[in-house]
T-cell receptor
């Protein structure tokens, strides 16, 4: 199957700083990428959908100024958590889809990033 | 709108026993349905998916699931549990008209005892 690489796998940052997480599709072009957040013992929550070359679409309740998403190329999307606070600590997972639009059947997931804000 | 309900946040079985993880969905359109497995601090691995066609879907590691439209269910089964099956399992639904964004259930933790 297709490979999606997420980096870093773990990061610890100080409160008030910003952290960038990268999501790369290694062997396919990803026109669409998704960012999810997973709280402890909770399900994955879709945060936003990013399409290459256009602005991300954020789910209701997700602060777009706090969680900046850039999908500048067909193989790379980044999520930047700005002015991080301890409540932003979570497991963030990206997924990438090789096709755009209707009829897509599968997106491929990265390994996830454990963010801890101290 | 779509939603997924996984009945039972925690299921415990003995090694060799039948595994049954329940998933019910709600969707206003014919959905695509997925089961994923997650090991601690790792991403998601696709076990199987239903899109169209045969309603009994076979996946990796001996898992299978059956799409039952009348019951709006997509339960995951495995005839004989292995210790290595202990993990978190997520059922998910997507709208075929809206790409591959997934709506996940809350997950079921499977424990396997020897």
């Amino acid at each position: 199957g297709a490979v999606v690489s997420q980096h870093p796998s773990r990061v610890i940052c100080k409160s008030g700083t910003s952290v960038k997480i990268e999501c790369r599709s290694l062997d396919f072009q990803a026109t669409t990428m998704f960012w999810y957040r997973q709280f402890p013992k909770k399900s994955l929550m879709l945060m936003a959908t990013s399409n290459e070359g256009s602005k991300a679409t954020y789910e209701q309740g997700v602060e777009k100024d706090k969680f900046l998403i850039n999908h500048a190329s067909l193989t790379l999307s980044t999520l930047t958590v700005t002015s991080a606070h301890p409540e932003d600590s979570s497991f963030y997972i990206c997924s990438a889809s090789p096709a755009r639009g209707r009829g897509d059947t599968e997106a491929f997931f990265g390994q996830g990033t454990r963010l801890t804000v101290v | 709108a779509q939603s997924v309900t996984q009945l039972g946040s925690h299921v415990s079985v003995s090694e060799g026993a039948l595994v049954l993880l329940r998933c019910n969905y709600s969707s206003s359109v014919p959905p695509y349905l997925f089961w994923y497995v997650q090991y601690p601090n790792q991403g998601l691995q696709l076990l199987l998916k239903y899109t169209t066609g045969a309603t009994l879907v076979k996946g990796i590691n001996g898992f299978e699931a059956e799409f039952k439209k009348s019951e709006t269910s997509f339960h995951l089964t495995k005839p004989s549990a292995h210790m290595s099956d202990a993990a978190e399992y997520f059922c998910a639904v997507s709208d075929p008209q809206a790409g591959t964004a997934l709506i996940f259930g809350k997950g079921t933790t499977l424990s396997v005892s020897s």
